[in-house]
């Protein structure tokens, strides 16, 4: 999680000097590097993969510390694909948020697609080559699509001339003390607005929800229930394919569900289908029906992930979509931090701080509790985990004015957000306050659907003076 960061903070170094597909083809062929060494060190310490008559393959006499580099270059470069992710869409289309909604979703489908088989060829792949040997598809599909985007014609880019020999080390500092400047000003940004302060729970806490049902309760039910520690990633591809067809979902219905409210509401009804994995009981395991059939009871977890998975990633595709479009891409006055990066900071900062903190002391209880009764186990983290964000993610979509509706209508401002200079915590204060005047004009917005076409421009106009007001005002605050 440490490294993520660090990944997330060196691209912003990374994108001023080089172009959007330089640096995802680079850092891809990097991210390649770390099963080659480990399949590498394996063999020449006399590892071998599975053989006829072996229950479990050879490992090499390596120490398993030796991991902990190659885990963090993998997160370093993990980090730095994931802020491509989001910075790809924005460059691709600007501000529109039908569009970006449209391009969000068709990545998330070739990003689930692409999930949905890996993860399904993982199973069998750990199933007869083992742990270490099941990765050699990784740094070949790696390096395919690195050489797949580097025939891609690139963006317009104008590189940064200014950074330049002993200027990289002052520009890293810099980096590091804008990431931290910008999470200060995301939260600032988000708890001043009734617009955005749901946020970190729509979107933090959904997000770790959903990181924890994949990689926290489903190698419990797989190590618990099944004896099998591979058969997670069988459902891991049944949650893989819910996120694609969630992310389908939300290019069909378009511009219809014009916010994320209704996903993620949505999400939170589904997310109590995890109680049906508490109750799931296969045969127990000492059985010779257990053994012949244990593969069919993981698939019959599957149709379960699935719903609970499309409904998260709907809600998050459309909620990436409506950030995007709500915030502008330019630089406070005195600093080059974005408005949108300082709230994408926060909340991605957010998740991790959630994640490296409740994950380690659920994993303590799951140790305590997995060997007696998994089922008890999935009860407490599964059940009754799940319900408390449930029930939390569901009230938080009310917080947003006019967010009553079932299908609320986005604040009357065009498709894209008037852009608006954040200065200090008064400026934004002011901001705040324009916000919802213009977010209670979208609240009312069937009384004003009924007036004449130039009386609704006319209020239109008045919001978008008092905006423009508050703007000078703050700059002339900052000139004195």
């Not at 597909?21 to 891809?28: E, F, G, K, P």
């Not at 979703?105 to 060829?121: D, K, N, Q």
């Not at 609970?308 to 479009?325: H, K």
């Amino acid at each position: 999680m440490l490294f993520q960061c660090i990944g997330s903070i060196l691209s912003s170094l990374i994108l001023r000097h080089h172009p959007i597909r330089s640096a995802l083809t680079v850092t891809v062929l990097v991210f390649a590097i770390p099963p080659v060494v480990i399949m590498i060190t394996d063999v020449a310490t006399g590892g071998e993969s599975f053989q006829a008559g072996q229950d479990a393959a050879m490992k090499g006499r390596w120490k398993t510390e030796a991991l902990f580099p190659l885990y963090c270059l993998c997160g370093v470069c993990y980090g730095i694909i994931e802020l491509l992710k989001r910075v790809i869409p924005r460059a691709l289309v600007g501000g529109d948020i039908d569009k970006l909604r449209q391009v969000d979703s068709i990545m998330h489908i070739f990003y689930e697609a692409a999930g949905t088989a890996g993860a399904f060829l993982s199973s069998f792949l750990l199933l007869h080559w083992g742990n270490v040997y099941s990765m050699v598809i990784t740094p070949i599909c790696f390096s395919l699509s690195a050489a797949s985007w580097w025939f891609i014609s690139p963006l317009p880019f104008t590189p940064d001339r200014t950074l330049r020999g002993g200027n990289v080390l002052t520009s890293l500092i810099s980096l590091f003390r804008d990431f931290f400047a910008s999470i200060a000003l995301g939260a600032k940004l988000i708890f001043t607005s009734r617009r955005f302060c749901w946020l970190p729970i729509g979107y933090s806490l959904a997000l770790y929800g959903h990181r924890y049902l994949e990689n926290g309760l489903l190698p419990i039910i797989a190590e618990g229930y099944f004896r099998e520690p591979a058969y997670t990633q069988i459902m891991v591809g049944g949650s893989n394919l819910g996120e694609l067809l969630g992310a389908l979902l939300v290019l069909v219905v378009g511009n219809r569900v014009k916010t994320p409210v209704p996903w993620i509401r949505m999400d939170a009804l589904f997310l109590g289908l995890v109680w049906v994995l508490v109750f799931y009981r296969p045969v127990e395991g000492g059985s010779l029906e257990f053994v012949e059939h244990r593969v069919a009871w993981a698939w019959k977890v599957t149709p379960v992930l699935v719903p609970i998975s499309l409904a998260w990633a709907a809600g998050d595709v459309s909620l990436i979509a409506f950030i995007q479009a709500s915030l502008n891409d330019a630089g406070t006055a005195s600093t080059n931090i974005s408005a949108l990066a300082s709230v994408m900071a926060f909340l991605y900062s957010t998740y991790i701080l959630l994640f490296a903190v409740l994950t380690p002391t659920l994993g303590v209880y799951a140790d305590d509790t997995n060997e007696e009764d998994a089922h008890k186990a999935v009860f407490a983290l599964g059940g009754i985990q799940y319900s408390i964000i449930a029930v939390v993610l569901f009230v938080s979509t009310f917080v947003m004015a006019g967010a009553w509706r079932w299908n609320p209508s986005m604040p009357r401002r065009g498709k894209k957000v008037a852009e608006v200079e954040m200065g200090d915590s008064e400026d934004i204060g002011e901001v705040g306050m324009v916000e919802e005047r213009v977010e209670t004009y979208g609240r009312y917005g069937r009384s004003y659907a009924r007036m004449r076409e130039n009386k609704l421009e006319t209020i239109i106009e008045e919001c978008e003076g008092t905006v423009s007001n508050c703007s000078h005002r703050s700059r002339g605050r900052r000139g004195e």
